[in-house]
RNA sequence: GGGGAAUUAGCUCAGCUGGUAGAGCGCUGCGAUCGCACCGCAGAGGUCAGGGGUUCGAGUCCCCUAUUCUCCA
């Protein structure tokens, strides 16, 4: 029997490290995950931190895919880019990372999901206070023995070994000075950054002081780690102090649990453990009756079963791209390693349901997206096994060949194409006392990363870089579009043809950054405007002395570029312009913008309150909505969209649309995009009742602006996602003419009413069809009759059969079954050659067909060479089988004489084979 | 964002170096049976995903598009 422990009871610690008892508070110290949790959160909350909930493991920040360490929702507070919530904050924070996945369940504490408990100093307090603090919540509430602990800081902060040892005690034997690598904590090369400190704890003090090496997971674990940010650094990587120092903190739940409960790795902690008793008694094992290789398969199901749950909790869905791919690759190494355990039926829906059991309470979350979170199990181990049998299957290919070893490119065909894992083809391949060239894999592996690297470079046009040298020196543009369509403009630097200039000509095509302008730059889905600078005397009218039409706008940083051409007048950099929006594009754009708004809250309320936009594209004539949904919208829930979109215009609603903080148009239920950036004052718009979102975009002033919506299509862009397409506003009377035009002329073409067109149409495919049938039947028919009558005229020279003919009318099918069957009653002498013009008033096309029997093969004849032969004297080219062949040519004049030229060749050969 | 692959009858899939589109299951009818299952016979069912190209001729070769699968970032 192991003597390891495994689900932490109560009242047992004897045999593992424990720690030692502290005369601690009154009240008793933690001991669950939850316990811990609530117990970190408690400490400093009376320590003056506002407690934050944890953020989504979808980021907002874009250039992270993945909620990945307990700091990120802060890091734009820690870059001076957003206000600090209060003071000081603490939470505890859900973490993925997938870096090292092949270390999880190996390991004692890798982990792809996880939690961070962390408190945090805006510019509050420092070092002197952090450290303080940290000391007293790990001896004091947690109840660590000193002589249980090792504290390491950065080589040269001085400072805080002073106050480890000096303010706290600490043995300063026990302090470990540490290089950059492991103390020294950045962003990235530039901004904030410090020294860290970390408490460690030690399993085996009786080890004693002298030999400490952190490095060595056997006897330490580190858990608690404090980022000191005191420096900026610049791009000479000098560091100057900061002003407002900050602190950033974090604890690992699951480490933490490890050392309270005396288990020997994080995975055996009440914060997964459950997980592996679930796991294995769907497989029908104990965990501590396995070996190794059977406890990390049921660890990394423990595992990632939490990580899969939260993923999918949080909104997101498998997919071959970002984040949904991680989701994925979790998901199907948690059904691979259910497999290596015997499982051998879908699981995975069971594991959710532990994995929400397991943390509804703390992630309530979890509870109300059970349904969805279940489905996307159950959808996505479906697809995953089909994957997998159809991978055996083309191994099972493979392996009938009896090759000596599986090469490195079948087994990365098999990888690569058809998602088949590697491990698996090593399995199934020892199975049959094979082995699988795995260096060759690797190398195929690295040549398709090469690839792709190679083929992503991005195409960077000299007009795009004369642009960017433009927009990088302009001030900001003023964009006044909101509430006026007409503006007067100061030009700040313009571009001809590609180059920077000064000044422009009429013809010239130009793109212009101005001071202030009422031209909506494309953004947020939504077309630039289009319009025209006036200039000159009468600026207010088409007669002005300057006319610029303005095209298209794009933004370029918080620079408007205004792209057109000068149709009158030149333009200098310093004049001063009218600048007026086409106020009919705008109103359409309006429409299709706001009912894109409606659109979205309908599908949450007709399909899924979840769905999320993935894409977005607001045109003058149309508008195109891509969403993340699972499956296609049916038929009758567009038609349900539809009528409520158009119920929500004629009930009028007044739109309000106002900037805010958005802290607070968060808190009131403003619907913001995923991977989105957002000011700290961002705009929100209102459809009161309907629908909120943060958007840059213009509206209509009330939904009854928008007149009509209509759904054109519904899509699929890629697995997961759909695509609505939609018109509103003056653009579906367009529409709606334009198809009621094509039902016209369907009408008159099929001379019935719209009503009628369906049914008169499928009455005539039907004719159609059975007319062609009819005359394909005539036409075999027509040709065996034509072929019955020639088969007299066959010439017998010695044993062979002999017989050249011409057969018009006939199509390339009915000359081969007709030659076919002429052979067939001449004997295995038979030499049919049949040729003419499938349809005799086109002479441009000759068929020409040669039956050959087992005899005439026999002799060396072959009848596709022979036809091909023949085909050049009618401009054309063939072959086949020995025994059948087609060729064709383009001259039917030629015919007559190919044929008989033809007939002349054969009766030599044959003559020839009878001498 | 960049690779690889798939798309053929209602379903699962064959179809070789271009030369008359096939199998199994399912379906319909007939036979056999008291009846059912099984079985036997016959039959229906295909714009070979769509579009363009090469060729005398394309399911097959090339390009584009769509959808699905899959790997990489």
């Known amino acids: 029997m192991p003597s390891e422990r495994h689900a932490p009871r109560p009242g047992s610690m004897a045999a593992a490290p424990s720690p030692a008892p502290t005369d601690g508070p009154a009240s008793p110290r933690p001991r669950s995950g939850a316990e811990i949790r609530a117990a970190f959160l408690r400490f400093y909350e009376q320590r003056g931190h506002r407690p934050m909930p944890s953020a989504s493991l979808i980021p907002d920040d874009p250039t992270v895919l993945l909620t990945i360490a307990g700091m990120l929702p802060f890091k734009p507070v820690f870059l001076g880019q957003a206000e600090r919530p209060a003071p000081r904050a603490t939470s505890s924070q859900k973490c993925i990372r997938t870096n090292d996945i092949e270390n999880v369940g190996r390991t004692a504490r890798h982990h792809t999901f996880f939690e961070m408990l962390g408190n945090f100093s805006f510019g509050d307090y420092f070092k002197e206070q952090a450290i303080a603090w940290a000391w007293e919540l790990s001896t004091g509430v ?42 020294f904590w950045a962003s990235g090369p530039t901004g904030p950054c410090g020294p860290c400190s970390e408490i460690y704890y030690d399993f085996r003090p009786e080890l004693g002081d002298d030999a400490i090496d952190l490095e060595d997971d056997t006897r330490f674990i580190e858990f608690y780690n404090l980022v000191f940010m005191q420096y900026n650094r610049d791009a000479q990587g000098t560091l100057t102090p900061l002003a407002a120092r900050n602190i950033d903190t974090g604890m690992g739940l699951e480490r933490m649990a490890q050392i309270l409960q005396g288990v020997p790795n994080n995975y055996e902690t009440d914060l997964i453990y459950p997980l592996i008793e679930a796991a294995a008694g769907l497989a029908g094992v104990e965990y501590r009756g396995l070996d190794e290789k059977g406890k990390t398969s049921l660890k990394v199901i423990g595992d990632h079963s939490r990580a899969v749950t939260q993923l999918i909790g949080d909104g997101v869905t498998a997919s071959n791209l970002g984040r949904g791919y991680i989701l994925r690759r979790l998901l199907r190494r948690v059904v691979r390693h259910g497999r290596l355990l015997g499982i051998d039926k879908p699981f995975l829906a069971a594991m959710g349901e532990a994995s929400i059991a397991l943390m509804g309470e703390a992630y309530p979350q979890l509870l109300e997206r059970r349904a969805v979170i279940l489905a996307e199990l159950e959808r996505e181990e479906a697809r995953f096994l089909e994957t997998l049998e159809r991978g055996e299957k083309l191994l099972a290919d493979v392996l009938a060949s009896q090759p000596s070893q599986i ?464 085909a050049k004297a009618c401009g054309g080219g063939g072959g086949g089988r020995p025994n059948l062949a087609q060729a064709g040519g383009r001259d039917g004049t030629a015919l007559v004489g190919a044929l008989r030229q033809a007939e002349q060749q054969l009766r030599e050969q044959f003559g020839a084979a009878l001498g």
């Not at 000193?146 to 043995?171: C, H, K, M």
């Open 142 to 183: 947690f109840g660590l023995a000193p002589e249980n602990l090792v504290v390491s800081v950065f080589r040269e902060d001085d400072e805080a070994e002073a106050i480890w040892r000096d303010t706290v005690g600490v043995n300063p034997k026990r302090i470990i000075r540490m290089d950059e690598a492991d103390n």
């Open 407 to 870: 090469s490195g490119a079948q087994a990365f065909e098999l990888y690569d194409t058809y998602g088949f894992p590697l491990e698996l083809t090593e399995e199934i391949a020892e199975e049959h006392g094979l082995t699988v060239d795995v260096a060759g894999f690797e190398l195929a592996m690295e040549e398709q990363r090469q690839r792709a690297k190679a083929a992503a470079v991005s195409i960077d046009l000299t007009l795009q870089e004369a642009i960017d040298q433009v927009a990088a020196t302009a001030a900001a543009t003023t964009f006044k579009g909101y509430e006026a369509l007409e503006h007067p403009s100061c030009v700040l630097a313009l571009v001809v043809n590609g180059e920077p200039a000064t000044l422009a000509g009429a013809g010239d095509q130009v793109q212009l950054v101005l001071d202030s302008t009422p031209f909506y730059g494309e953004g947020g889905g939504q077309v630039g405007d289009r319009g025209v600078l006036l200039g000159g005397g009468d600026q207010t009218s088409v007669d002005a002395g300057v006319i610029v039409s303005i095209e298209g706008v794009s933004r370029n940083r918080s620079v408007f570029v205004h792209s057109g051409r000068i149709e009158r007048g030149c333009v200098a950099v310093g004049d001063l312009l009218t600048a007026r929006v086409d106020a009919a594009c705008r109103r359409r754009a309006q429409a299709n913008h706001t009912a894109t708004h409606l659109l979205q809250a309908a599908l949450k309320q007709v399909v899924d309150p979840g769905i999320g936009q993935a894409g977005s594209l607001v045109d003058f004539d149309r508008l195109r909505f891509d969403f993340h949904c699972p499956r296609a919208v049916t038929s009758a829930e567009l038609e349900q969209i539809e009528a409520l979109i158009n119920g929500w215009i004629a009930e009028a609603h007044t739109l309000e649309v106002q900037e805010m903080a958005i802290e607070k148009a968060k808190a009131a239920g403003a619907v913001a995009m995923f991977g989105e950036k957002y000011a700290d004052v961002v705009r929100v718009v209102d459809v009161p009742g309907v629908s909120m979102e943060l958007c840059g975009g213009t509206h209509v002033a009330n939904t009854a602006e928008i007149g009509l919506f209509k759904i054109v299509s519904e899509s699929g862009v890629a697995a997961g996602i759909r695509r609505i397409e939609a018109v509103a506003g003056p653009a579906v009377l367009a529409y709606l003419n334009e198809r009621d035009a094509v039902v016209k002329q369907l009408g008159e073409r099929f001379k019935a009413q719209p009503g009628e067109i369906v049914d008169r149409v499928a009455a005539l495919q039907d004719e159609l069809k059975a007319s062609g049938k009819a005359l394909a039947a005539a036409r075999g028919e027509l040709a065996l009759a034509k072929a019955a009558a020639l088969a007299d005229k066959a010439e017998r020279v010695g044993d062979f059969q002999l017989l050249v003919a011409r057969l018009d009318g006939v199509d390339g099918a009915g000359l081969q079954s007709a030659a076919l069957g002429l052979a067939d009653q001449l004997g295995e002498g038979a030499a049919v050659v049949l040729g003419g013009l499938p349809d005799p008033s086109d002479l441009g096309k000759v068929i020409l067909v040669a039956a050959f029997g087992k005899a005439v093969i026999a002799a060396g004849q072959q009848a596709g060479k022979f036809i091909g032969g023949v």
